[in-house]
């Protein structure tokens, strides 16, 4: 039996049921924050290991309110279809991996950064300030390893693969990962890769099966 059965088994009964829709929920929080009082997310809400040190620990949660936002209707427009799109995907994984699967694959990614960043505090000193958007590409990249040949539609009318989509984004990352200044933003990307590798792992643990084909999950 793998670790995720195991622990599926002691703690199943404690998953959240249809969580993406919750995370969503949290996403407008979010996007309605940073066009009104953008301060107020980093004053308060954002993943600040010495502020969590203090005493803040809602911050453990709280960062993840956050959803990158410039003004105007564009932004708004654009935002109402991204939030729509990672809850149709987030809603497709859970409906093939379980609620409890789904659940540990994304708070693994909290705990990650939250592990993370406190670790370097003790050690260094330094409060870097992760970068919560990378978690989103987390999910993406999950879904396109799982349906890999689904179709989306850049702009409403240029068709792309999840595939090839997730492997410019990952591309892209990764050159941010060497060009940007931001130790925070290094460490935000590098956490999401590892706890999508992580999890696939688990999740092919003890099993000979292709996990990422959509066939094994019928």
Not at 120 to 138: A, D, E, K
Not at 168 to 188: A, D, F, H, I
Request: net charge positive; glycine share 6%.
């Amino acid at each position: 039996m793998s670790i995720l059965e195991r622990l599926e088994r002691k703690l199943g009964r404690f998953a959240v049921p249809n969580l993406m829709k919750y995370i969503c929920v949290m996403y407008a929080l979010g996007f309605m924050i940073q066009i009104s009082a953008p301060e107020f997310y980093y004053y308060y809400l954002d993943l600040d290991p010495e502020a969590i040190l203090h005493g803040h620990i809602w911050r453990i949660l709280t960062f993840l309110i956050f959803y990158p936002a410039s003004t105007g209707f564009g932004s708004i427009f654009w935002a109402v279809i991204g939030i729509m799109v990672y809850y149709s995907i987030g809603r497709t994984l859970e409906y093939l991996w379980g609620n409890f699967r789904y659940n540990f694959f994304f708070f693994s990614g909290v705990l990650l950064y939250n592990v993370a960043g406190i670790l370097i505090y003790l050690v260094t000193g330094v409060s870097l300030q992760l970068n919560p958007t990378y978690m989103g590409f987390s999910i993406f990249l999950a879904y396109a390893l799982t349906l890999p040949d689904t179709v989306f539609y850049l702009y409403f009318f240029i068709p792309i693969k999840a595939k090839y989509l997730a492997v410019l984004e990952t591309l892209l990352y990764l050159y941010l990962l060497v060009v940007s200044p931001s130790l925070g933003g290094k460490l935000s990307i590098v956490l999401s890769f590892a706890n999508v590798l992580l999890f696939f792992i688990l999740m092919n643990q003890g099993k000979r099966k292709n996990i990422f084909n959509i066939r094994n999950y019928r």
